[in-house]
């Protein structure tokens, strides 16, 4: 059974889209099978895995509405062993056409159930909002990532999404739990990306990965190409970061997984442009409770 993550945060421009596209090529780059669920309206996911998201046939809306299949609209991604299912335009009409259902919030689990199994990771993609597309996000899942930008207002907002997850774990997830708070556009030279990152150790403790995603113009780029960063700048920070992340997650989903090497450092050979593994025994878990 593989591990389900909703990356969610509804403030916007915290790199949610960003981490969703470079830890689920991360994770393929790997070795591991990984699906990216775009379940954001806007389609920045699926437009930054080279897809034109007014092109695709078959999308999570098409799934979400019951005239697709998961399997069906599963389309390759960019690197092997990733998957994706694409947003499309149509999306934003998903909330309002599945309202009246029963059962609502349990659709993208229902539909999710029968590729579980085929997959080490599952990475949903949830738009900057607390509606009904994230909820069923967070109730398919087993945890959230919730990225946070290193930045004046980077609590803003938490309290009410830290709500909704205990919402949701005392009404529709029980085991829903948080993955970890990932630091995004950190700037090392900043004070106040240093006092953020304080401020959010000292509120959530061991639940803040060690990584950091650093601010880098080749992240930012990536997209325009349709590429992870992992294919547009393969030995930049940004792509260090995304598999420092990788193999943090990996080593604390060990229970996930099926049987294999051990947990690989992941990193990049400069001069072949490829993903470098280096093997250790697992690390400690960390816990994954709100």
């Known amino acids: 059974m593989g591990k389900i993550i909703a990356i969610s945060n509804q403030k916007g421009?915290?790199?949610?889209?960003?981490?969703?596209?470079?830890?689920?090529?991360s994770l393929a780059a790997g070795e591991y099978q990984t699906l990216v669920v775009d379940l954001d309206p806007q389609a920045n996911c699926t437009s930054g895995l080279g897809l034109e998201p007014r092109r695709v046939s078959e999308s999570t809306y098409d799934v979400l509405v019951g005239e697709k299949t998961v399997e069906g609209a599963i389309v390759s991604g960019p690197i092997p062993r990733m998957s994706l299912v694409p947003s499309g335009i149509n999306l934003v009409a998903a909330e309002i056409e599945i309202i009246g259902l029963n059962h609502r919030e349990q659709i993208?689990?229902?539909?999710?159930?029968p590729v579980h199994d085929r997959y080490d990771f599952i990475i949903i993609d949830c738009p900057p909002s607390l509606g009904?597309?994230?909820?069923?996000?967070l109730t398919a899942a087993h945890s959230v990532l919730i990225p946070v930008q290193a930045e004046y207002f980077a609590l803003e907002g938490l309290g009410q999404l830290l709500n909704t997850i205990r919402i949701v774990r005392r009404k529709l997830n029980r085991s829903l739990a948080i993955e970890g708070v990932l630091l995004t556009l950190f700037d090392t030279r900043l004070r106040l990306s240093n006092q953020v990152a304080a401020e959010l150790k000292r509120y959530f403790g061991s639940r803040v990965f060690s990584t950091v995603v650093q601010r880098n113009v080749k992240i930012a780029e990536a997209p325009s190409f349709g590429k992870p960063v992992l294919l547009h700048d393969?030995?930049?920070?940004?792509?260090?970061?995304y598999l420092s992340l990788a193999s943090e997650i990996v080593a604390n989903n060990q229970k996930f997984l099926k049987p294999r090497a051990p947990v690989p450092n992941m990193s990049m050979d400069a001069s072949t442009n490829n993903v470098r593994l280096s093997?250790?025994?697992?690390?400690?878990?960390?816990?994954?409770?709100?």
């Open 108 to 113: 993208l689990a229902r539909a999710l159930a």
């Open 234 to 241: 393969a030995n930049c920070i940004g792509a260090r970061n």
């Open 279 to 290: 093997f250790s025994k697992p690390t400690q878990s960390r816990n994954s409770s709100a």
């Open 132 to 137: 009904l597309l994230t909820v069923n996000a």
């Open 13 to 25: 421009g915290v790199g949610k889209t960003t981490t969703a596209i470079n830890l689920s090529a």
